[in-house]
């Protein structure tokens, strides 16, 4: 750590191009006055990493003869952060905690965000992962009463639900959030100014007027929603609206097959809402394991929502009673209470300066990205879906982190984008982690498939159709487990610790190795004894073997 | 035909491959552990028999059933009762999100028995089939052991027949037992618990393991009254302290009434349900009492002493790393070794004693990093040591991560309890020694970290995994700062 705290000043702006052709990031200590309070180091038991440790050295010397005349700037703050949603805050946090002097803007509070409303706490805290789980939950409820019937429980009436009482409750909730995430950047010593953040030169953001200098600077602004421009498109909702419409929908159209998508179908199926989902391709979640995708279909539909599979919306019209028909390739359908959109969502670069001071951007209007979320600009980073890397809260924590590390703890950090898991809040959900199936044999030929589909416990009992299932893949030449699917209850809970086992590489024996906890449903993914199917690649061609493939399917 | 035993080379005498028997392998017992050694077993090409009780839901030395204790009184039936008697609380907490419900929901206690019975008597016919598909012979009838390699089977009309066979694999489980307390015939055990007639408005339990804490939270989520009874400060001795604790709160909070270092000292039937006393001198009147006090091991029908068979002083059946018993063609597995009484553990252990006897494979249980559960309401798991355990066992430093947090479903439901997650790691591995959980979904959260565990995995592992976002389980893997650490040869720290 001693040799870490004595690295020289660092801000010529030739040393900064040279860091960022030789893909090192470039060094902030020049106004880095707080980094000898040890405290601020204490949580970070990995900080002395030999490796890292020996590459920060070389990375000193590489400094120690290229910059020593140049004085160092006076700078309001080391960092600036623009956006205080998940990737911000925790970036902002962490840097303050490193010792550096960090503010971050954001746009003033507002359920449904625009150019001129956000919040602290960003899309996952206010109109994303927290609200939509709340939402879950509650629609989760109709099916908790069906099943409780087969448990003995009888209801006099019908369970009603009040729209209104929930989201009040949702609202109330976000509300305390966004405090908490005010208190916590307060409590790490960032300044938290509201306005709209913009760019003015690589060291200079605009706050509504006022001009603040910055050693760095992080744009971390998320995404939005996205509706695709279709006559009537001004009658649609995004997801934002969705999770706070003022009534409940009597029958609603879900335009997209995304993990949005399916969770607000099941949501508003829950609750009791007509579902009807409108996708372009034959099933929902492109991208996902192809059996997994049948599942939740299939699962989906014994529930009650309705698929449109391969249907593109083209127009909305609104009617003289209210109500909305949407036209599609096939045909229009009538008397929607509500139309939604869940067709992707766009990063937040627009309007930000970033064209002025020269941040490239990707086709799809991300921000470019090295692999220490440096931009085109050396003094400006990135972190989190503006950057359209992999959309996840977590990861843009781990960015966030990573980002602070490499800027102010003078411990280059990359984010590790393997074994990613992640969890789709449908009903039943989805959570898999690593390759799904065709990537696996993509990549590695020769795999195995174990697969169970079951009927769990409380279905036999509730005599509802649920089911669970469960996908291993393991690579046959490493025996490790290289992929991990499942839907049905408690995925997102079961996959996680799973997550830890396929991140360290573990085999396929160490997984047999551990003994089951019973009765459970995870208990299965440790006791899978033969192979569903084998997958060999035939040596003379290099391709699969097709006799084996067309099984894979079933 | 079996393949050469290689374990144990003195054992496969040259002469003995002519000797003639009826069966490679005669199972008493048809529980988790006896079906799964034998169905191995005869995949192994051997020739089994397995012998079992007539059904009943209530076990005696006289019946039974195929399954055994996890599928007809265990495991299995007592889930579907938690399951039964969480949607109380789901339900209560439905209001808070919306939905309208009536005042009074009522529980139909006849239709969940009457299902539940549906469910184990479907399993059992499962089980009886799995058999009959791997080709084992199952009797019905008690069997005992007459010699080192035969087997007398007293059929339900009570005529004998004799089988010999080259092994022997004695799998009967346990049973509850009762202390001597006076007026104990008036309680009843955790066999019958599981098929009253009547839901309990007011029960008693006594006993502070998983089996108490599982019934009290059963029947407080019905609605009844109950008070628990157990002499020491915390339930679930052995676990983890602080779990134990909070296992204690929510008891209470869910509206147990607990009773810690407290026992019952008799037990009087009175028109108005059953008088217990304590020997705190308070009387309390209840219409069931249940002592889940233990259970102990099923060896004593077997006639294992006249073959010579040691016993250890609790009844267990002693047998080696391999589950051999002091007579060589006499195996043991499951909780009448009283090793480690879960279904898992006994699947383990007749996994292994298949391999070791007729896969040319010998193969020991390996009791490390066992995960396990408890389901009480939110349920208890762990996998590795418990803190306690960790500070005894380690050489140097213990550091000790702790999560305690208002479960995201409740911030709306305002149900006050917290989740609580543990990890205990070795500061100079770096290696997590210990796992453990209180709150929702504890059970299914621990299995996967339990692969993790099993296999020696680092806090940095854990660390360097992204989290599933929002889940409860993510917090296991997002647990940066160190809650204590607890230096090496200290003497442990009272929480």
């Not at chain 1, 059996?291 to 279909?297: M, P, Q, S």
């Not at chain 2, 005669?26 to 192994?44: D, E, P, T």
Request: hydrophobic fraction near 40%.
């Amino acid at each position: 750590m001693a040799a870490s705290l004595s690295t020289p000043k660092l801000s010529s702006p030739t040393l900064q191009t040279l860091c960022k052709k030789c893909k090192f990031p470039t060094n902030p200590f020049s106004s880095f006055s707080h980094y000898n309070k040890p405290n601020h180091f204490g949580s970070f038991i990995s900080f002395s990493h030999p490796r890292t440790r020996s590459y920060c050295r070389r990375f000193t010397t590489r400094a120690d003869s290229t910059n020593v005349a140049e004085p160092p700037r006076k700078y309001d703050f080391d960092l600036f952060t623009i956006g205080a949603g998940s990737g911000g805050v925790r970036a902002s946090r962490f840097a303050a905690n490193f010792g550096a002097s960090v503010a971050v803007c954001e746009l003033p509070f507002a359920t449904v965000s625009s150019d001129s409303t956000g919040g602290v706490g960003g899309t996952c805290v206010l109109r994303g992962c927290v609200p939509k789980k709340l939402l879950v939950y509650a629609s989760k409820y109709s099916h908790d009463f069906e099943e409780s019937c087969g448990f003995g429980w009888n209801y006099a009436a019908e369970p009603e639900h009040d729209w209104s009482t929930l989201i009040a409750n949702k609202n109330a909730e976000i509300q305390r959030l966004t405090g908490i995430y005010k208190n916590t950047l307060k409590n790490a010593g960032v300044a938290l100014i509201e306005g709209r953040g913009k760019i003015v030169d690589p060291h200079t953001v605009d706050v509504d007027g006022k001009i603040y200098s910055a050693k760095n600077i992080l744009i971390s602004v998320g995404g939005r929603p996205f509706i695709p421009d279709i006559p009537g498109s001004e009658y649609a909702i995004d997801s934002d609206a969705a999770l706070d419409l003022p009534s409940k929908p009597r029958k609603i159209a879900i335009v997209g097959g995304g993990y949005i998508a399916v969770e607000f179908a099941g949501i508003f199926n829950g609750l009791k809402s007509d579902v009807h989902v409108f996708i372009r391709q034959k099933k929902v979640l492109r991208g996902f394991d192809e059996e997994i995708r049948d599942f939740v279909g299939e699962q989906m539909l014994l529930r009650g929502i309705e698929f449109r599979t391969e249907e593109s919306p083209q127009a909305i019209i609104k009617s003289s009673d209210g109500s909305l028909s949407l036209k599609t390739n096939k045909g229009t359908i009538d008397g929607f209470s509500h139309i939604m959109f869940a067709t992707g969502r766009k990063p937040n670069t627009k309007n930000l300066g970033l064209e002025t001071v020269g941040v490239k951007l990707t086709e799809n209007g991300a921000i470019e990205v090295d692999e220490y979320s440096q931009t085109s600009v050396p003094s400006i980073w990135a972190v989190g879906d503006v950057t359209d890397r992999i959309n996840l809260t977590p990861v843009a924590l781990m960015e966030g982190g990573a980002l602070a590390k490499t800027l102010f703890a003078n411990k280059p950090t990359k984010p590790e984008y393997s074994a990613v898991p992640s969890a789709v809040f449908s009903q039943p959900p989805i959570a898999q982690v690593g390759l799904t199936e065709e990537q696996a044999i993509k990549e590695y030929g020769d795999v195995d498939v174990y697969t169970a589909n079951f009927r769990p416990l409380k279905a036999t009992l509730s005599g509802l159709p649920d089911r669970i299932f469960m996908k291993l893949i393991v690579c046959a030449k490493t025996n490790k487990v290289i992929g991990l699917h499942m839907c049905g209850e408690d995925s997102p809970e079961i996959i996680q610790g799973f997550a830890v086992a396929v991140k360290a590489g573990l085999t396929k024996a160490d997984f047999d190795a551990t003994v089951g906890i019973h009765p459970t449903a995870a208990e299965e993914l440790v006791t899978m004894r033969t192979p569903t199917r084998k997958i060999r690649r035939t040596p003379s061609e290099g391709k699969t073997d097709s006799e084996i493939k067309s099984t894979a399917g079933v | 035909m079996a393949r050469k035993m290689l374990i144990d080379g003195e054992l496969d005498k040259p002469s003995e491959e002519d000797t003639h028997f009826d069966f490679d392998l005669f199972v008493i017992g048809a529980g988790s552990g006896g079906v799964r050694a034998s169905r191995f077993s005869a995949q192994y090409g051997a020739k089994v028999g397995i012998c079992e009780l007539p059904f009943h839901p209530i076990s005696t030395e006289v019946v039974g059933g195929v399954g055994g204790t996890c599928v007809l009184r265990g495991c299995v039936p007592k889930k579907i009762l938690v399951y039964g008697a969480s949607f109380g609380s789901e339900l209560e907490d439905a209001r808070s999100y919306g939905w309208e419900l009536n005042e009074r929901i009522d529980f139909n206690w006849k239709k969940l028995l009457h299902k539940k019975t549906e469910e184990i008597v479907r399993l059992n016919g499962i089980y009886k089939r799995l058999l009959a598909n791997a080709g084992v012979k199952l009797f019905e009838g008690q069997g005992k052991v007459v010699g080192p390699n035969e087997v007398e089977l007293i059929q339900l009309d009570g005529t004998k027949i004799s089988y010999s066979a080259k092994h022997i694999l004695i799998a009967t489980g346990s049973r509850a037992q009762r202390p001597a307390i006076q007026g104990q015939e008036l309680a009843i055990t955790s066999d019958e618990a599981l098929s009253l007639e009547e839901l309990p408005k007011r029960a008693i339990v006594l006993g502070g393991g998983y089996i108490a804490v599982e019934f009290a939270s059963i029947w407080r989520g019905m609605g009844a009254t109950v008070d628990l009874f157990f002499r020491k400060e915390l339930p679930l001795r052995g676990f983890d302290d602080e779990v134990r604790a909070v296992v204690a709160r929510n008891l209470e909070g869910r509206g147990v009434n607990v009773h810690p270092r407290t026992t019952l000292t008799e037990l009087v039937k009175t028109e108005d349900g059953i008088k217990v006393r304590t020997d705190h001198g308070e009387e309390l009147l209840a219409d069931v009492v249940l002592f889940a006090t233990g259970r102990a091991p099923n060896t004593k029908r077997l006639n294992l002493e006249a073959v010579g068979v040691e016993l250890d002083k609790n009844g267990a059946v002693k047998v080696d790393d391999y589950s051999r018993t002091n007579i060589p063609t006499i195996w043991a597995i499951g909780d009448v070794t009283d090793r480690m009484n879960l279904t898992p553990v006994a699947l383990m252990e007749g996994t292994c004693f298949a391999k070791t006897v007729f896969g040319g494979q010998p193969s020991k249980p390996d009791y490390s990093s066992v995960p396990c559960a408890v389901f009480c309401i939110p349920p208890l798991s762990v996998v590795g040591l418990s803190e306690e355990k960790a500070i005894e066992q380690a050489n140097g430093d213990v550091l000790v991560f702790t999560s305690t947090f208002n479960p995201m479903k409740n911030t709306i439901s305002g149900r006050q309890e917290k989740t609580v997650m543990k990890l205990v790691v070795d500061g100079e591995t770096d290696k997590v020694l210990g796992a453990s959980m209180c709150g929702p979904d504890a059970a299914e959260i621990m299995q996967g970290i339990a692969v993790a565990l099993k296999c020696g995995a680092t806090k940095a592992q854990f660390d360097s995994t992204v989290g599933i976002h929002p889940s409860a389980a993510e917090e296991f893997v997002t647990m940066r700062s160190v809650t204590r650490r607890i230096a090496a040869g200290k003497p442990k720290t009272n929480l």
